[in-house]
């Protein structure tokens, strides 16, 4: 699993800075998380397929998160996308989109298939076999949602040494071994799954916590996961702007991850008006000790 910037800051993209936007590699898939103004011209300039994003998660609509979709979504069309597309937004994206390709007559030629939340509880919105999204409600200004996704485990691994001892086990049991299960040989006697598997890695996991007030209900639905994005609109010095807003302070964001016992904390949604963005870490190591924070083109391995 790994976690690609495309844009961390907030509000109006800059010169050198893009509203939120990211990438996150999770099998062989890579799922759009956001789709801040410029998003497709950081996918090309991070060289991210496009053709390779099958699913999308917007947190809530304000324009700093989702005014990148509709040119992505034509720019499909104009390469020849033939593979559906799925939209996990907000109720009000579809009918937005739709009304832009009508009133600018592009016909889609993929099957694009709205996805439309409007729940406040937590909501498993995406399983597959290799992992699962859930929805983080989080509190800002308008409905917005968090993202939780989770890999599945994985099959154990032969330990091939072992296996060996064993002439009776033949490679069509390899696949019910990778799945946990006991080898029964041929006098009725059991050989153990763990004599002859290694266990699989740790599934992974990442908590996307968009734009959203201090919310420390949020810390059981993230308790332990490999790595949190989780905004920092403002340093503590204005918290007051942070209250009226409903955003965060780096520090309130640390006080998260460390509540919910996460490994690591990636800080975003920056406001411009910090010159320095080396202050959000420092205001936040005070609480939690493995911080970094986010910026265009960063990749981080989960």
């Given amino acids: 699993m790994k976690l690609h910037i495309l844009g961390c800051h907030s509000a109006t993209p800059r010169s050198v ?23 497709q011209i950081q996918l090309r300039k991070y060289k991210h397929k496009f053709n390779r994003i099958k699913h999308i998660f917007i947190s809530h609509l304000h324009g700093d998160h989702f005014y990148g979709l509709v040119g992505y979504l034509s720019t499909l069309r104009l390469i020849g996308r033939e593979k559906e597309v799925h939209i996990y937004a907000p109720a009000g994206l579809k009918e937005i989109i739709l009304l832009q390709f009508k009133i600018t007559q592009t016909d889609i030629n993929y099957p694009l298939f709205f996805h439309e939340l409007v729940n406040f509880e937590p909501e498993l919105i995406l399983e ?53 299960k006991d080898f029964v040989r041929d006098d009725g006697s059991i050989i153990p799954n763990s004599e002859l598997t290694l266990p699989p890695p ?28 989780h905004e920092a609109t403002f340093l503590e010095a204005d918290k007051s702007l942070a209250i009226k807003t409903k955003h965060s302070t780096a520090r309130q964001a640390a006080q998260i991850a460390q509540r919910a016992g996460v490994k690591q904390l990636v800080l975003g949604h920056f406001s411009s008006r ?29």
């Avoid at 870490?281 to 493995?290: C, G, L, P, Q």
Wanted: aromatic letters at 12%; proline letters at 6%.
């Fill in 17 to 39: 800075a893009f509203p939120s936007s990211q990438v996150l590699e999770v099998g062989n898939e890579l799922l759009l998380i956001d789709a801040g103004e410029g998003m």
């Fill in 128 to 180: 597959t076999d290799k992992f699962s999204v859930t929805t983080i409600p989080l509190e800002h200004r308008i409905y917005t949602n968090g993202f939780l996704v989770r890999e599945k485990p994985a099959l154990r691994k032969l330990n091939i040494d072992a296996v060996r001892q064993y002439p009776e086990i033949e490679t069509w049991a390899y696949h019910n071994l990778k799945r946990g």
């Fill in 274 to 302: 910090y010159p320095d963005e080396s202050l959000f870490v420092s205001e936040a190591f005070e609480i939690f000790d493995n911080v970094d924070i986010a910026g265009e083109g960063k990749t981080f391995v989960i």
């Fill in 202 to 229: 740790p599934a992974k996991s990442y908590a996307y916590c968009s734009d959203t007030a201090y919310k420390p209900d949020i810390v059981p639905l993230i308790e332990g996961v490999d790595l949190l994005y």
